[in-house]
C-alpha cells in the first residue's frame, strides 16, 4: 500500500469520500437508495440480529488487527444466525469512527468482514458512518430459515442430552497468550498458533445447520432447543433452561477442551476457560438421546454430549469421580457488560 495513502486519515476525507471507499466491498446493485431490498425464498422466514462491538472493550490493537476485528464481529453475528437455524442473506455495517484513525484501518476492518462472508457467499449490503470519540463496530445480520426448522432457547424438554459441537476454552486461551506471551511454556508454536488463531479468526457453526436438519429429517414441531456460546458455556446451558423452565447436569469430563490444555493449564483453569472464557461460537444444542448420538458421530472430534436436562431450575455441575465439588452455575460468574 502506498505509505501516503496508508497514512491518510479519515477527517481528511470525509464522510463521503470514506463511503466510497466501503462501497466498493458491497455489490453495486445494493448501493444507491436508502435501504437494502433481500428477497427470501417463498416458504421462508427472515432472520435478524445485531452485535455492537466497542474498541478496548471487545477488540484492541494489542490482540487483534483490523482484518481480525473485523472477522470477528462478523462471525459473532453468523453465529447467533447459526444458532437461529438461519442461513445469511447479507450484513449492515454501523461505524462510529475518531476523525484521527486512519483511513486504512478501516479498509482492513472491512477486508477482514469480507474474508468472513466469503466462505458463506453472504455480502455486505449496507450501513452507516458517523463521527464518536472511541471506535465503535455495530453488525446487523440477516437470515433466512424455513418456519419449521427455527431453533429456540425455549424448547428444552426433561430426558434431553445437551450437545456442544465442539471444543470450548479456546478463545479465551488464546486471547491470554495474546496478552501474555510467557505463557504456555509448554506449547510448541503450532499450539499457540492454533489456539491465538481460535480468538482471532473464529468459526461460526453454520456448517452443523445441513447435517442437523439430515438427521432431523422432516420431524415437526422441531424437537430441539438451542444457542450459541458466544458468552461462555455455562452462560448458554443456564439461558436455555430459563428459557425452557427446567435445570440441567453439565457433567464435568464431558466438556470437551482443547487437547494441550492437559500441557499448560490446571484443572481447574482450564474448567473455567470452558465454562466463563466465551467467544467460541460453538452451538450448545438439546435434543433426544439418540438424536443426540446420531448428530455427535456426524460432527465428530471435538462435538460431545456433555450434559443433560433434568426437572427444576438448577443448573448444575457435576464431577462423577468427585475431585470436584457439585458446583451451580449461575449467569452471575461470566462477563456481564456493566458489572462492577
Known amino acids: 500500500m502506498n505509505s501516503e495513502l496508508s497514512s491518510q486519515q479519515i477527517k481528511d476525507i470525509g464522510e463521503q469520500g470514506l463511503l466510497e471507499k466501503l462501497q466498493r466491498f458491497c455489490p453495486p446493485e445494493m448501493i444507491g437508495d436508502d435501504a437494502a431490498v433481500l428477497e427470501t425464498a417463498p416458504g421462508q422466514s427472515l432472520v435478524v440480529t445485531t452485535d455492537v462491538l466497542v474498541d478496548g472493550v471487545h477488540f484492541s490493537n494489542i490482540t487483534t488487527s483490523p482484518e481480525d ?4 464481529a462478523t462471525a459473532a453475528n453468523l453465529s447467533d444466525l447459526a444458532a437461529m437455524g438461519a442461513s445469511p442473506l447479507g450484513i449492515t ?27 458463506y457467499n453472504t455480502s455486505i449490503v449496507g450501513g ?15 437470515g433466512q430459515v424455513n418456519p ?35 505463557l504456555g511454556q509448554n506449547l510448541n508454536n503450532e499450539e499457540k498458533t492454533a489456539l491465538i488463531r481460535a480468538h482471532q479468526r473464529p468459526q ?41 423452565g427446567v435445570g440441567a447436569v453439565l457433567e464435568h469430563r464431558q466438556i470437551p ?58 443448573v448444575i455441575l457435576h464431577d ?11 449467569l452471575s460468574q461470566g462477563f456481564q457488560h456493566f458489572k462492577s
Request: with cysteine.
Open 69 to 72: 476485528a473485523g472477522w470477528r
Open 93 to 119: 455495517v454501523g461505524l462510529g469512527l475518531p476523525g484521527e484513525l486512519r483511513v486504512s484501518w478501516v479498509e482492513r476492518l472491512y477486508q477482514g468482514m469480507t474474508e468472513c462472508l466469503q466462505k
Open 128 to 142: 452507516d458512518v458517523v463521527r464518536s470519540p472511541v471506535t465503535t463496530l455495530a453488525i446487523t445480520a440477516f
Open 148 to 182: 419449521n426448522q427455527i431453533i429456540r432457547r425455549s424448547a428444552a424438554v426433561v430426558g434431553d442430552a445437551i450437545v456442544v459441537t465442539g471444543v470450548h476454552g479456546a478463545s479465551h486461551a488464546g486471547l491470554e497468550l495474546l496478552l501474555q506471551p510467557e
Open 204 to 244: 461460526p457453526r453454520l456448517d452443523v445447520l445441513p447435517i442437523l436438519w439430515k438427521i432431523l429429517a422432516s420431524q415437526c414441531p422441531l424437537p430441539i432447543a438451542g444457542m450459541d456460546s458466544s458468552d461462555g458455556l455455562a452462560d448458554a446451558i443456564v439461558q436455555i433452561c430459563r428459557a425452557s
Open 257 to 314: 477442551v482443547p487437547k494441550t490444555f492437559n500441557h499448560w493449564l490446571t484443572p481447574e483453569q482450564a474448567l473455567e476457560y470452558a465454562l466463563y472464557g466465551g467467544e467460541d461460537f460453538e452451538l450448545v444444542l438439546c435434543l433426544s438421546q439418540e438424536l443426540a448420538l446420531a448428530l455427535v458421530e456426524h460432527l465428530g472430534q471435538g462435538a460431545a454430549i456433555a450434559g443433560r436436562i433434568t426437572a427444576g431450575s438448577i
Open 320 to 330: 462423577e469421580q468427585k475431585k470436584f465439588p457439585d458446583q451451580v452455575l449461575n
